[in-house]
T-cell receptor, first 113, second 112 residues
Framework: DADVTQTPRNRITKTGKRIMLECSQTKGHDRMYWYRQDPGLGLRLIYYSFDVKDINKGEISDGYSVSRQAQAKFSLSLESAIPNQTALYFC????????????FGPGTRLLVL | LAKTTQPISMDSYEGQEVNITCSHNNIATNDYITWYQQFPSQGPRFIIQGYKTKVTNEVASLFIPADRKSSTLSLPRVSLSDTAVYYCLVGAFYNQGGKLIFGQGTELSVKP
């Protein structure tokens, strides 16, 4: 969905490096999420945020941190990247309603050497 | 947390109707059932969502029996472009304690 953008789209980095993935949305949604997807697996939730002052850990938050700079921006950081963090990362947004339809960005493909 | 079980893969031919069933025995009273479609190297895309009985939109139908322990996504007259992975999700975030769990999904292959 073009309303949710992610940068960069592809990134190669080395073990131990700090890296930030950025997500921006123009949908005006309060809620934002970060997922990772590994080959053959479904998406796993890393962190989610219900508004600018709210940050929550998901299933697999270890090794990751996030920052919600504004309603429209949600960044994911790998403080010290390791090879098993090689994956496809997706950002998503949803409205504050009882039906959590999520809108996903195009993804960031990350390779940690 | 409600866990979902769905077939890993399915094959079909163009023009056929495809039904993908998802089991969710531990669904909670407040949970909705949502289906997403994902093409390779793209983010998942919302298809349909329901709570009970039947829901239909321009893309698919969702059938949910009274006990809500399963649901069936029905894709009418599939085409090659429907080849994708389909995820069944059960849950809601609105109660703060809920989570959406993406399972392995069903890889649908549509052949000419």
């Amino acid at each position: 969905d073009a309303d949710v953008t992610q940068t960069p789209r592809n990134r190669i980095t080395k073990t131990g490096k700090r890296i930030m993935l950025e997500c921006s949305q123009t949908k005006g949604h309060d809620r934002m999420y970060w997922y990772r997807q590994d080959p053959g697996l479904g998406l796993r939730l890393i962190y989610y945020s219900f508004d600018v002052k709210d940050i929550n850990k998901g299933e697999i938050s270890d090794g990751y941190s996030v920052s919600r700079q504004a309603q429209a921006k949600f960044s994911l950081s790998l403080e010290s990247a390791i090879p098993n963090q090689t994956a496809l990362y997706f950002c998503a947004t949803s409205e504050r309603t009882g039906m959590e339809t999520q809108y996903f960005g195009p993804g960031t493909r990350l390779l940690v050497l | 947390l409600a866990k979902t079980t769905q077939p890993i893969s399915m094959d079909s031919y163009e023009g056929q109707e495809v039904n993908i069933t998802c089991s969710h025995n531990n669904i909670a009273t407040n949970d909705y059932i949502t289906w997403y479609q994902q093409f390779p190297s793209q983010g998942p895309r919302f298809i349909i969502q329901g709570y009970k009985t039947k829901v239909t939109n321009e893309v698919a139908s969702l059938f949910i029996p009274a006990d809500r322990k399963s649901s069936t996504l029905s894709l009418p007259r599939v085409s090659l472009s429907d080849t994708a992975v389909y995820y069944c999700l059960v849950g809601a975030f609105y109660n703060q304690g809920g989570k959406l769990i993406f399972g392995q999904g069903t890889e649908l292959s549509v052949k000419p």
